[in-house]
């Protein structure tokens, strides 16, 4: 089987996959370090291992047992190349469904390298990006949304990206997946059976059944594609951005989120010229934050350029803090920005209207002040008042309650995408229902929506669909 990869100035790539290679790579970071781990995987990992490792108890190699650890040495002929542990993982009970052996020697990189040459020189070859995680997906150890989802494991930043990328590795989105397509796989063979009987004109699918599963399935499925909002921003960042006039202690807010000062603050106007942007996480969940320029008439160029940027976040955020000054500012004038930014946002973005600076007045009259404005908080960015109560606001707004409910959240694009053709397929086939088409109309769209639930599963596949996937990996995984 042939996959493609593409390099960034080699072109493509062609290699080819062929099982009965077997492959080494480094499963650690690259570079010096106190131990580093290589990994053989293949038929002839215990044969190559063999022929180099010697145990301190003098044991023959072929009498250790699987998922088990030796401490020994490794020679080169009759030289000592370093004093290793070996873990052992017999055929089909590891991570690739093949024999693999893990090599913990000392992270000298010339250890590192010396290693490399001599098990390539016994006949491994050096693995492909995401090749030992293909080879669990081709032995049947994982299906495809399982091994998408060590690629994120491996790459989570925050206890929510960790949590659902570890849920759907150990197979929580596969195994609803599988559930859809069983209970519609059970009505395509009815409907199948029918047109074998097309001349007698029976029904062997109930059409009020098929219409209740298909209405069932419209809406888990509808479901599942609306957690793609959470999904992506979670596994991703949600970016925040902060915005309002100058002065109204943007700036000071970003510092105090971020606990560190990262923005200059300054009572000058116009300090802010570019995008400032750091991250933090609230439990469990990372938000982007991105201080912005203050938005405001001005002929001043480089002020204007940060102004347009400042219009640009905005629009690519997923929430925006409009922030004011409460002393300085009227309803009216609020309620003029609060629509000039809303007509920038994007058509999911939320904004979350906050009134700072609550310690230099009255906050009780300036709550009067403004109370024509829904859900509006006051804060003390200097003071870091009510600080936690934005915060709270924040997570709100990320869906943090659903993240908790252990419901599956759908973090990737193409599974994302595969939903949505699986629906429309579905709703052809309700409303074919509706109409009281044929049987065979019905099971052309009820076959599109297997095929698309299929997809992924990586029960149905195409070879570039796998070489984009898989060389996204790490190359030691």
Same mark, same amino acid.
């Given at each position: ?17 062929? *099982? ?8 650690? *970071? ?104 293909? %080879?669990?997906?081709?032995?049947? %150890? ?119 000062? %990262? ?7 116009? $300090? $802010? ?46 929430? @925006? ?29 939320? @904004?979350? @209207? ?53 419901? $599956? ?28 088409? *044929? ?7 009820? %076959? ?30």
């Amino acid at each position: 089987m042939v996959f493609k990869q593409y390099g960034s100035c080699l072109g493509e790539l062609v290699y080819l996959y062929n *099982p009965d290679d077997t492959i080494i790579a480094l499963s650690t *970071p690259p570079g010096s370090g106190a131990i580093a781990v290589l990994r053989l995987s293949g038929s002839k990992a215990f044969e190559f291992i063999n022929k180099v490792f010697r145990s301190a108890s003098d044991k023959d190699f072929s009498s250790f047992k699987s998922h088990t650890l030796h401490f020994g040495n490794i020679y080169e002929g009759d030289e000592l190349l370093d004093e290793v542990v070996i873990s052992l993982f017999k055929n089909p009970n590891s991570f690739t469904g093949e024999d693999v052996v893990e090599i913990s020697c000392h992270g000298s990189a010339y250890i590192q390298q010396r290693l490399f040459q001599l098990f390539i020189k016994q006949g491994a070859r050096v693995a492909n990006p995401g090749e030992y995680t293909m %080879r669990a997906f081709m032995k049947g %150890r994982m299906d495809l949304s399982q091994a998408e989802a060590v690629a994120d494991l491996v790459a989570s930043s925050s206890e929510a990206s960790h949590r659902i990328a570890l849920q759907q590795m150990r197979g929580g989105f596969s195994g609803e997946i599988k559930e859809l397509r069983e209970q519609l796989i059970h009505f395509a063979s009815m409907i199948e059976l029918e047109l074998d009987f097309s001349e007698e004109d029976v029904q062997f699918a109930n059409r009020a059944e098929l219409k209740t599963l298909v209405t069932n399935l419209i809406t888990h499925i509808t479901h599942l594609s609306n957690s793609f909002a959470l999904g992506n921003v979670i596994k991703n960042g949600i970016p925040v951005a902060i915005a309002g006039e100058p002065n109204a202690g943007k700036s000071t807010l970003l510092n105090v989120l971020l606990n560190e000062e %990262r923005a200059i603050v300054s009572d000058i106007p116009g $300090t $802010t010229r570019d995008t400032i942007e750091d991250e933090i996480t609230l439990d469990g969940i990372r938000f982007r934050f991105i201080d912005t320029a203050g938005i405001r008439e001005t002929t001043d160029k480089i002020e204007s350029l940060g102004i347009g940027r400042t219009y640009e976040k905005i629009n690519a955020s997923s929430v @925006v803090i409009l922030l004011f000054d409460a002393t300085l500012s009227d309803a009216a004038k609020l309620d003029a920005a609060i629509k000039a930014v809303k007509e920038k946002t994007g058509e999911n973005t939320k @904004v979350v @209207v906050v009134a700072n600076k609550s310690d230099l007045g009255n906050e009780a009259e300036l709550r009067a002040k403004f109370s024509s404005v829904e859900d509006l908080i006051f804060i003390s960015a200097k003071q870091k008042h009510n600080i936690e109560g934005l915060k709270s606001k924040l997570l709100q707004l990320a869906n943090a309650d659903l993240l908790n409910s252990g419901q $599956t959240i759908v973090t990737n694009a193409r599974h994302f995408e595969a939903l949505n053709n699986a629906n429309v397929a579905l709703k052809n086939v309700y409303t074919g229902l509706e109409k009281n088409i *044929p049987g065979d109309l019905l099971a052309v769209e009820i %076959r599109r929506a297997l095929y698309h639930l299929s997809e992924i599963l990586g029960q149905v596949t195409t070879e570039d669909l796998l070489g984009s996937i898989f060389s996204r990996f790490c190359i030691g995984k």
